[in-house]
């Protein structure tokens, strides 16, 4: 039976335009069933058929506080948890989800072309890409470095954009373990180009998969 996703979109704050491009990118690549939804009674409900909750550029406050209680639940049990682009821009009123995703959107400059620094090549969310990956993004800036609670995968070099703003160590991509599940991040994914990209295709596949074996492996 093909493992299945719940793919969270709602937004209630800035609504990204590459959000359809997202679910149709996450549809195509073709190792889960996908439920799409913007429906907050949708995590009010029982999450233990999913393999992974994946919030795809949400923004604001998305959930209720019954399904706050599911979602962490979820996640502590063993669950995967994956964060898309402005994943990190939502629920900031919710400590517990700051905790879980490692870090918080703090500004971004204009959407421009950068490089992302693989750090960690042995993931499989990245060991595809080269060392120095070249990308357009809207390089986000995160309230805190996340790196004493994550395993950093990709880290943004400022130098090869302007209007950064966390100086020389600038995480990007992580995953971290939450209680008995897995967390995956990535920051970039804010352009429906993206989507079509193969490599950033493969970035998403790598990083859900890697969160999804938690419902079968925590370990």
Known sequence: MTARLLLHTRTTAYRHDSIPAGIAAVRALGDFDVDA??????LEQPLDGYAAVVFLS????????????????????????VGVHAAACT?????YYGELLGARFDRHPEYQPGKVLVEDRTHPATRHLPAVW????EWYDF????????RVLAAADESSYEGGGMGADHPLVWCREQGEGRVFYTALGHAAEAY?????RAHLRGGITWAARSAA???
Do not use: I
């Not at 939804?37 to 949708?42: L, M, V």
């Not at 629920?91 to 400590?95: G, S």
């Not at 309230?143 to 994550?150: E, L, M």
């Not at 079509?196 to 950033?200: A, E, M, V």
């Open 196 to 200: 079509d990209d193969p490599d950033f």
């Open 217 to 219: 492996n925590p370990a």
């Open 143 to 150: 309230r805190s470095n996340p790196r004493a609670t994550v």
């Open 58 to 81: 949400t923004s604001g406050e998305v959930l209720t506080p019954a399904g706050r209680r599911r979602l962490k639940e979820y996640v502590e049990s063993g669950g995967g948890f």
């Open 37 to 42: 939804t913007e429906d907050p009674g949708a």
């Open 134 to 137: 070249e990308f357009t993004d």
């Open 91 to 95: 629920e900031y009123a919710w400590p």
